[in-house]
């Protein structure tokens, strides 16, 4: 844990310096324009001053949810994400701070947040101590080496969020940049609603693994099966309100009628292939608990790098800012279509394994 703190620590100061030492080129790459980069200059320098504190609070929280305490790992997020809800107001509105105040609300947050995991790894409710130790050149190459992957998948969303707005900012301009933030924001929203999805692949992943292993075929599949119509009754809902009900989404962001108007317009398309994007996740979940890593990692790279970039790319020169945003559900629907017929090909040739060791 020691090394893993000098770790966030050295990552910290690194993206803080690196970041404020080319802030503005990097702004106009995630999509702001000469009438919002003000602004966005603005939020970034001082949000930037809370990295060191956001990365300790998410990378130290994990050490306390592997012990064991996942109410006060739980607590960590929650204290930050309330007080930011509570301070945005004060700031922006009562004290007139506007983008400085949601920068600095935002820093004050993530503060409290790495105050309270700090506190907790050094009291005695925490199993493992946090304490200053010598970095050690063969743990910290391990520790660097599990976290490729999980950085791999992170950078990506990055990478889209900045194909997407240098394509809208490009063919479209502002006012498509902020469509596109509406729908990231609701994207957001969705991934708390879509825990319960996100719970059932985790729940069902033991199931599946003990009866492969125990060789109980039919049992594998029943399982399978359920999952897979579990979470697509749970997308289906998710993206039924989405796409019947776009007004609702729009208006909680802003008042602006012709941006609620275009977003009205566009998430009804944005979100199509979220209806079936359960049967993807069921599928995900039933190659781990095979213990089909490679196949699970290629099809999280799949939707992301290789279907959505280079669609968001291409499909603009042919049907302008509009294709961009098809780009999303035509690379979910491809996703899908391609993970089913792995699943159904994997679960074939496992079963066919179970029924010849029996």
Known sequence: MGNSAWLLVFFSIVLTIGFLLFKVPILYAFGASSKTIAYANEYITIYLLGTIFVQLALGLNAFISGQGAAKAAMLSVLIGAVINIV????????????????????????????FWVVSFLKSKRSVQYLKLVRPDKSL???????????????????????????????????????????????MSIMQLIIIPVNGIT???????????????????KETVIRLVLACLLGTLILAGVAIFCPGIYASMFTNDAELVALTCRIMPIFFLGIAIFGIQAACQSTFLALGQAKVSLFIAMLRKIILLIPLALILPKFSGVKGIYIAEPVSDVISVIVTSVLCVITLKRIFIEMEDKS
């Open 87 to 114: 301070l945005d107001p004060i700031f922006i509105f009562a004290l007139h701070l506007g983008v400085r105040g949601a920068a600095l609300a935002t820093a004050i947050s993530q503060f409290v947040s790495a």
């Open 140 to 186: 910290i190459l391990k520790i660097a080496a599990w976290g490729i992957a999980p950085f791999v998948m992170q950078s990506t969303e990055s990478l889209v969020t900045i194909t997407f707005n240098t394509g809208l900012q490009r063919y479209g301009g502002d006012l498509y940049v902020d469509s596109m933030s509406i729908l990231m924001s609701m």
């Open 202 to 220: 985790q729940g069902v992943q033991p199931i599946v693994s003990y009866n492969y292993g125990a060789g109980n075929r039919l049992r594998v």
